[in-house]
């Protein structure tokens, strides 16, 4: 419903105020109709959706287990004097600890490892060329 007019010459301030009074008086009672139509769209809309009880904030979500893998490393250019058999060494990823274990299986059952932070590395590089291959580059 559009209330909205144009004043002619003939009219006097009285009838202008009078027209104005009126239109004010409908726009307040359309904005009264939506505002009574978009409360009961509301109330409809949380009545259809079923309750559920509020998750308690405090619970976490589920852990990220600690994954395990065995790789290679990769013979750099700062390795060429260590050639030799490539060793197996077992990588560990704990994501919600923040950290990453290299952990290398030596003579006698002793074992050597690394610990990096999550902090310590720069930068992971998977390889285009080699589909299993993963760079990784750490602050140091």
């Keep these: 419903v559009s209330c909205w007019g144009f004043q002619t010459a003939g009219q006097s301030g009285e009838q202008e105020l009078e027209n104005l009074v009126l239109k004010l008086s409908v726009l307040k009672d359309f904005l009264s109709s939506i505002e009574k139509k978009a409360l009961k769209a509301l109330q409809e809309m949380s009545s259809a959706t079923p309750t559920t009880p509020p998750q308690p904030l405090s619970r976490k979500a589920k852990s990220i287990p600690v994954q395990t893998?065995?790789?290679?490393?990769?013979?750099?250019?700062?390795?060429?004097?260590?050639?030799?058999?490539?060793?197996?060494?077992?990588l560990s990823v704990d994501v919600e600890g923040g950290k990453l274990v290299v952990l290398k299986k030596q003579k006698d059952s002793q074992e050597d490892w690394n610990t990096f932070t999550h902090d310590k590395i720069r930068q992971l590089i998977k390889s285009?060329?080699?589909?299993?291959?993963?760079?990784?580059?750490?602050?140091?």
């Design 128 to 140: 285009q060329r080699v589909q299993n291959k993963l760079g990784i580059v750490f602050e140091k």
């Design 69 to 90: 893998f065995e790789v290679k490393l990769d013979i750099t250019l700062g390795d060429l004097t260590k050639i030799g058999k490539s060793q197996k060494y077992t």
